[in-house]
């Protein structure tokens, strides 16, 4: 890379990619407060269509930012009333309460500004602070729909004031059983309402629903143009799935494990870029932070200082990336997956250049899954599923570093001076416990040790192919039961890594029960379904709230018919 290579694009400081979109000035200032420094591919076309008042059907999985893409028109619609007793205006529906929680967390901090009110509205919680803060008033609610439809009936929840419908992951809620909810909820939306549907899929039951609820929609899909033919690159593509929490540590492995020459650590917010230097500098990295907020003479600073071999990582947004014309890599890591196929295509391009070999790693939290699945589908590759390396691999690694280096020593010689202490150690010692001692040294000073010995949980992930790349096979296993049955609902599925083992065991310990009191088992990508015998539907219910499966936290309740959402 020369001076030269280093592009000068201007950038943009106050994240105007989003008031380009003619988004209202608090939301553009909101997006750039959070670090966002450009629409990413969903948000670019879902916003323009929903700010000009038409519906949009959008195909688009957690990760890629879709939440913003109709959270935000969806803000600079509705704004704030004056009205003290205002009435419920925006309206999401998600299919599972860590989502409305999420979604409502979002959309608070997008209409921070504004001073939106949002009020998510789920089961589990309790009816009565919903309520006083419904009575409050409130300008947007993110429910579940069951949750939603009891408030419905109870009269607690008035949406005739309703003029933005959001269907959010709407595959998600068909496959849960929703379908007679969202009917019955949509028909109590005024009808010259603007609707948005958001699926990870469009499969028919998404057109039929959207031929339903939406007029005449854009449709948004993120592009899935094949990948570009010509001289095929040669990067080995890895990914990692791990929790958010272990994120850092996760990565401080990995680039241990693969003492890279020169790296780019791709960010998306410019928050987490300067938290990541932060922490990566924390544990004795040379890393240096690269987004939109730098000034040009900073960012020269922070290249020349990459160029020259002082910091050996550069953490960026893509944004600030885009204007840098780096010659070779050897590795981009994605700290989280990329919002589209064409995002992740064009970031690690930047390895594996002139027939060079390259390495793209990608961090991913298990909710992410599908978005590696999005991005194979388009680059026609296959993503490698890894589990972190341990700290045992790491010595392992190391050592072999040592040896390889000692191997070196050897060849290019230059040890003489040192030949007498072995001869002196020798007269007393094993001349190869002398040399095995030497080699402990060396390597115990080689990097000065682990940078942390914690425990990083694996997060089992579902690897069976092909069928791993369609949603989740609904054929159940094991045997239907006779007799009265009822059917339970578990919030853990394929995501999680679950397989019917694993409830199988849950149920048996915890509720003590024996496998054979257990029934059919269907494990979506998100929750699974057991048929149990009815009379041990509340046992199990109580045995097993609050304990965890696979290390996950479970949720659990009775499937349809009783309590929903
Ligand atoms: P979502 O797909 O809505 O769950 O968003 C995934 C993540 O991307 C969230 O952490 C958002 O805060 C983040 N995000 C959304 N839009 C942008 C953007 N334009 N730039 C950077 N990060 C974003």
Redesign the pocket.
Known sequence: MTKDDIGSEPLDPTGTGFAALGLHDALARA?AA?G?????AI?RESIPPLLAGRDVLGQAA???????AFALPMLHHIGTSPDERRPVRGLILVPTRELAMQVAE?VHKYGRLLGTNVLPIYGGQSLQQQLRALKRGVDVVVATPGRALDHIRRGTLELGGVTFLVLDEADEMLDMGFADELEAIVAAVPTDRQTALFSATLAPRIRSISKRYLRDPALVTIANETAAPGKKPRIREVAYVVQRAHKAAALARVIDMESPTSAIVFC??RTEVDELTETLGGRGYQAEAIHGGLSQEQRDRVLRRFRDGTSEILVATDVAARGLDIEHLSHVVNFDVP?SPDAYVHRIGRTGRAGREGVAITLAEAREHRLLRNIEQHTKRKISIESVPTAHDLRARRLELTQSALEDALESGGFEKYRAIVEALGTDHDILDVAAAAVMLADQTRDGGEKDDIDIPAVAVAQERPGFLQRADRKPTRTRMSGDVAKIWIGLGRLAGIRPADLVGAIANEARMTSRDIGAIDIADRFSLVEVPAATVDNIITALRGTTIRGQKVSIRRDRGATKG
């Open positions: 997006t959070l966002y420094e450009e629409p990413t948000q957690t990760g890629t930012g879709k939440t913003a979002a998306r917010t919002s």
